[in-house]
């Protein structure tokens, strides 16, 4: 083993201190591997009960009428994550596409939006209009509150019961931590949230993000009372395979006007050629579970790597995980860019290219992004990124196996060493 690896240009060092870690996470290890052999058995039970066949994989084009493929992926996500009704298409662009359909979808003007977590994602900023932007929910007529969360990231209970008026229709709950600095959110606990909230105003819509955090517990925040979870299938769902595309499952009411709004008034579902992608739809569904298992295996075995050389991480190496997200803070400029530039070196795709800092829209600061990924900007394959300031953050996530995840940490390891910013 060592040997291959040595060829991969990672040495003994750095090879034999990843094992010592691994040691210690066995049995971390072994929770992860029975959360994705529970979420594997769901995701055969809803196939199975839908009859999937090889006919789910043909092609349609044009108006995609009687897409009998198209309609029973979204049954099986449905009947996956428990919910009435399901959106699953590769007109839904990416999840923050998904995101504004689910929300302008049920809303109307007059209507208020309630974040009661803090502030959302960076790009939704714009689509409510926290920013202004055209085309925003704010232009709209929606008008948007939010509660920061107390010290700790406590749910600011009394805050949310007094900012929830006659007006409030949406409430937006976000999962991930994303970018920011807060926890993640456990699916319990947004099931404690939803309560609180739908106690005080019944006809609530709740939506969650999902973003993230598909396949890594055994219940999705729709187990647990949300009227919609929203994301990506070039994140968790879409297990490596799906090439575009999201998905929105919640309560035949929502998912309804979501249809309309995402294609039309008067045609919703009905329309939608699938373009012959199906058949990667339906197998990175079936794969998720286990490729979120060996992105989960890579963050905590990131996070207790760079633990014991010194660096902050978030979520630390023990902490419990409700998404597939890890934070290093590698201190100084060059640290940064040499954890980049190893998972970059590790990477199928693009190995050579060596990844620089570069001015992004949107950042104050340069950014650095290492990806090598089979289909372009997927975050569930092995990637990272990180605005090159205090305190030189990478944000690390995806591996579509665990051996990559590893082979990519050790790597950033190894470029760390080489430049003598860490003893082993
Ligand atoms: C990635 C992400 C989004 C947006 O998804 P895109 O596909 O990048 O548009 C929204 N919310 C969260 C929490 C995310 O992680």
Redesign the pocket.
């Known amino acids: 083993m060592i040997n291959i690896y040595k060829d991969a240009g990672i040495s003994d060092e750095v090879f034999s201190f990843g094992e010592k870690i691994l040691e210690s996470l066995k049995g971390r290890f072994e929770e992860i591997d029975k959360n994705a052999e529970y979420n594997q058995c769901k995701v055969i039970l809803a196939m199975q009960k839908n009859r999937l066949s090889p006919e789910h994989f043909m092609t349609s084009t044009g108006y995609g009428y009687n897409d009998e493929g198209r309609d029973n992926l979204e049954r099986i996500y449905a009947d996956t994550f428990h919910t009435e009704a399901a959106l699953v298409r590769p007109q839904i662009t990416?999840?923050?596409?998904?995101?504004n359909v689910a929300l302008s979808a049920n809303l109307r003007p007059g209507d208020e939006l309630l974040s009661p977590v803090g502030k959302?994602?960076d790009?939704?900023e714009e689509v409510i209009g926290i920013r202004p932007s055209t085309g925003s929910l704010a232009e709209y007529g929606v008008t948007y509150r939010q509660v920061d969360l107390l010290e700790g990231d406590k749910f600011d209970f009394e805050g949310i019961k007094n900012a929830i008026n006659e007006k409030t229709k949406l409430v937006t709950i976000?999962?991930?931590k994303?970018y920011q600095t807060r926890k993640t959110f456990s699916v319990e606990e947004i099931g404690t949230l939803i309560k609180f909230i739908k106690e005080i105003k019944p006809d609530v819509v709740c939506m969650v993000?999902n973003?993230?955090g598909e396949f890594v517990e055994r219940i999705e925040p729709s187990d647990v009372g949300a009227d919609m979870i929203v994301g990506?299938l070039?994140?968790n769902p879409g297990g490596g395979l799906a090439s575009i595309g999201?998905y929105i499952c919640g309560t035949e009411e929502c998912i309804e006007k979501c249809a309309y709004r995402l294609t039309s008034p008067g045609l919703g579902r009905e329309v939608g050629a699938n373009l012959g992608i199906m058949q990667s739809l339906y197998q990175g569904f079936f794969l998720a579970p286990t490729v979120v298992a060996g992105a989960l295996k890579g963050a905590i075995f990131a996070a207790n790597i760079y633990e014991k050389l010194g660096f902050k991480v978030v979520p630390n190496g023990t902490e419990s995980r409700h998404d597939i997200?890890q934070a290093v803070e590698l201190k100084s400029r060059e640290g940064l860019i040499a954890f980049c530039k190893g998972i970059q070196a590790a990477a199928p795709v693009d190995s050579y290219v060596d990844p620089e800092p570069g001015d992004m829209p949107g950042y104050d600061s340069q950014v650095i992004m290492a990806a090598g990924a089979f289909v372009q900007?997927s975050?569930i394959e092995l990637s990272a990124d990180g605005p090159v300031r205090e305190p030189y953050a990478a944000y690390f996530q995806g591996g579509l196996t665990w051996f990559h995840a590893k082979h990519g940490i050790l790597m950033s390891v190894q470029k760390m060493y080489e430049q003598n910013l860490i003893e082993l």
């Open positions: 990416c999840g923050t596409h998904a995101l959302p994602y790009t939704l976000q999962r991930s994303g993000d973003c993230y990506s070039i994140k999201g997200i900007g975050s």
